[in-house]
C-alpha cells in the first residue's frame, strides 16, 4: 500500500472515529436533555404547587378569608411565566382554568375540553393519573394532532390537599428533539470540520513528503538498495522526481559514482603499465649508482691524505698569528694605559691651574679682608674715645647724667670687645695670609714638574704606537698566510665532504632505487586489487 493510501485510510478511520465518538456524545447529550427537562418541569410545578398550598394553610388558619386566598393564588398564577413554550396550568376541582398564563383566553374554559389526537379528554387522563397516585406528582403521556403531525407530550400534574385544585405542566417532545437536534447538528459540524482539518494536514504533510522523497518510500528504498549492492546501471526511474528529493539526489550520486569509477578503472589500467615501467627503469639506475659509488670512495681518500698534510701548515701559521695578535695586544695595551695617562696628567695640569687661580683669589680677598678690619678698628677707637668723653660729660651733670652714664659706660665695652676681636681676626687673616703663600709657592713647582711628566709620557705613547704598528703589520701577514692554509684546509675538506655525500648519496640512491623497485611492485599489486574491487560495480 503507497503512503499516500495509507494516508486516506488514516483519515477514514479518523473520521469514522470521530463520528462513533459523535454519537456515543449524541445519546449521552439526549438522556440528559430528558432528564434535563423533567427536572426542569418538576421545580416549576413544586414552585406553583408551594404557593397554592402556603395560601391554602393560610385560609385554613383563619388568616384570610378562602375567597380572599383563592382570588390571590389566581392572581399569582396567572402572572407565573416562564418560557414562552414553558407553562404550568391550574384547574379548580371542577377541572375548570383558573391559571393558563400563556393562554389567557382559556381562563373559565374546562380542562376536558382539550383533546387527544384519539378525540379522548386530557382533564380525564389527568384526573386518572392523579387518582393512581393518590394525588401526588405523576406523569402521564399523551398524544395532540398539530399541523396536520401527531405530536407525543409528556405531561406532570399534582392534586392540592385542600381546594383540590390540580397544577399541571407539560413539554412537546418534538420541542425537545428540536432543541437536541439543533445541538446535534453543530456538534456534527464541529466533528466534520476537526476531520476535515485532520485530513487536510495528514495529506498535505504526505505530499511534502513524498515530494522529499521524490517518490513512494518503497521505489526510494529500491534505488538506494540497489546502489549499495554496487548497481549502477541505468534502470526504469520515476519521471516526477524532483532534482532536490531524496531520489533525485540518489541518481545523481549514481551517476557521481559511475563516472569516477570509470574514470578509476581507468587510471589503475594506466598505473598498471606504468609500475611495470618503473621497476625496469629502478633497476637499471641501480646498477649505474653502484659504480658510481665505489668511484667517489677513491676520491674521497686522496682528497683526505691532502686534506691533513694543509692542516699541519695552517696548525704553524695559525701559532704565529697568535704570537703577533698576542704582542699587538699588549702594546695597544701600553698605548691606552700612557693615552690615559696623558689624558690625566692634562686633567691634573687644568686643575692646578685652576687651583692657582683660587689661592690668588683668596690672597686678594684675605688682603680686602684685612682693609676692612682695620677701618673697623678704627671707628671702635673712635668709639671707645666717645664713650669716655659722654662719661665725662655725664659725670659733670651729676644725677641728671647718670642715665647717659650708663650708656656710655656699655658703649665703652662694646667698643672694648670690638677692638679685641678685630685684633683676633687680624691675627687669623695673617696666619691665612702666610699659609696662601706658602702653597702658591709649592703650586707653582707642581705645575713646572707635571709638565716635565706631561712630556716624556708623551714621548713614550709615540714610541709605543710605533712598536704596535709594526706588530700589527707583522700580524697581518702572518694572518693572511694561516687564512689561505686554512682556506686550502677548508677546500680539501669540502671535497672530502663532498666526494663523502656523493658517496653516501650514491648509496641512498641505490638503496632509494631498491625502494622504489619495490614500491612499483606494490603499485602493481595494489593496482590489481583496485582493478578487482572496481570491478564489482556494475557500470
Keep these: ?82 418560557h414562552k413554550s414553558e407553562y404550568v396550568y391550574v384547574t379548580d376541582e371542577k377541572l375548570n382554568f383558573v391559571a393558563t398564563p400563556l393562554d389567557p383566553q382559556l381562563h373559565g374554559t374546562s380542562f376536558n375540553e382539550f383533546k387527544d389526537s384519539k378525540g379522548g379528554s386530557v382533564g380525564a387522563l389527568a384526573v386518572a393519573a392523579l387518582q393512581k397516585s393518590g394525588g401526588a406528582l405523576t406523569e402521564y403521556p399523551w398524544t395532540s394532532e398539530r399541523d396536520g403531525k401527531v405530536v407525543e407530550l409528556l405531561s406532570v400534574a399534582q392534586k392540592t390537599p385542600r381546594w383540590g385544585w390540580i397544577v399541571g405542566n407539560g413539554v412537546s417532545q418534538a420541542e425537545a428533539d428540536a432543541r437536541f437536534w439543533s445541538a446535534a447538528r453543530w456538534e456534527v459540524m464541529i466533528c466534520l470540520a476537526v476531520a476535515a482539518i485532520v485530513a487536510f494536514f495528514m495529506l498535505t504533510t504526505v505530499r511534502r513528503i513524498l515530494k522529499d522523497l521524490g517518490g513512494e518510500p518503497a521505489e526510494v528504498l529500491k534505488l538506494v538498495q540497489a546502489v549499495a549492492d554496487g548497481n549502477l546501471q541505468e534502470s526504469r526511474e520515476l519521471s516526477s522526481a524532483s532534482p532536490q528529493s531524496i531520489y533525485g539526489s540518489v541518481l545523481r550520486m549514481r551517476e557521481s559514482l559511475r563516472s569516477v569509477l570509470t574514470q578509476l578503472s581507468q587510471a589503475v589500467t594506466t598505473l598498471h603499465h606504468t609500475s611495470d615501467d618503473i621497476v625496469s627503469r629502478a633497476q637499471d639506475s641501480n646498477r649505474l649508482i653502484e659504480a658510481q659509488g665505489h668511484a667517489a670512495t677513491r676520491i674521497a681518500q686522496t682528497a683526505e691524505h691532502f686534506a691533513e698534510q694543509t692542516r699541519s701548515a ?108 678685630t685684633q683676633e681676626i687680624g691675627q687669623t687673616i695673617t696666619a691665612v695670609q702666610g699659609s696662601g703663600q706658602n702653597a702658591k709657592s709649592r703650586m ?72 622504489t623497485v619495490g614500491a612499483a611492485q606494490s603499485i602493481k599489486s595494489v593496482s590489481s586489487q583496485l582493478g578487482s574491487l572496481v570491478q564489482k560495480f556494475k557500470l
Design 1 to 82: 500500500m503507497s503512503l499516500k493510501l495509507k494516508a486516506w485510510a488514516l483519515s477514514i478511520g479518523v473520521l469514522i472515529a470521530l463520528i462513533a465518538v459523535m454519537f456515543v456524545g449524541l445519546g449521552t447529550m439526549r438522556e440528559m436533555s430528558a432528564k434535563d427537562n423533567r427536572a426542569r418541569i418538576e421545580q416549576l410545578m413544586t414552585s406553583t404547587y408551594l404557593t397554592i398550598v402556603q395560601l391554602e394553610n393560610m385560609a385554613a388558619s383563619g388568616k384570610i378569608p378562602e375567597d380572599q386566598a383563592k382570588a390571590i393564588a389566581t392572581q399569582i398564577l396567572r402572572e407565573n411565566k416562564y
Design 314 to 421: 695552517a696548525e704553524q701559521a695559525t701559532t704565529a698569528r697568535q704570537q703577533s695578535e698576542s704582542a699587538t695586544q699588549i702594546s695597544a695595551k701600553g698605548l691606552n694605559v700612557i693615552s690615559s695617562a696623558v689624558n690625566r696628567f692634562a686633567d691634573i695640569e687644568l686643575a692646578v691651574g685652576d687651583t692657582q687661580s683660587s689661592i690668588d683669589d683668596l690672597a686678594d680677598r684675605v688682603a680686602s679682608i684685612s682693609a676692612v678690619i682695620a677701618v673697623i678698628r678704627d671707628v671702635a677707637d673712635q668709639t671707645n674715645l666717645l664713650a669716655l668723653n659722654a662719661a665725662i660729660e655725664a659725670a659733670r651733670a651729676g644725677d641728671m647724667g647718670r642715665g647717659f652714664a650708663v650708656v656710655a659706660d656699655e658703649v665703652r665695652k662694646l667698643a672694648e670687645r670690638t677692638s679685641a676681636a
Design 444 to 515: 707653582d713647582d707642581m705645575f713646572v714638574q707635571l709638565k716635565e711628566g706631561i712630556r716624556q709620557a708623551k714621548e713614550g705613547g709615540e714610541a709605543v704606537k710605533a712598536i704596535r704598528h709594526e706588530t700589527e703589520a707583522t700580524s697581518v701577514v702572518v694572518g693572511a698566510i694561516g687564512n689561505a692554509l686554512s682556506e686550502q684546509v677548508g677546500a680539501s675538506m669540502q671535497i672530502r665532504n663532498d666526494v663523502d655525500e656523493v658517496a653516501q648519496s650514491s648509496s641512498g640512491t641505490m638503496s632509494a632505487a631498491q625502494g
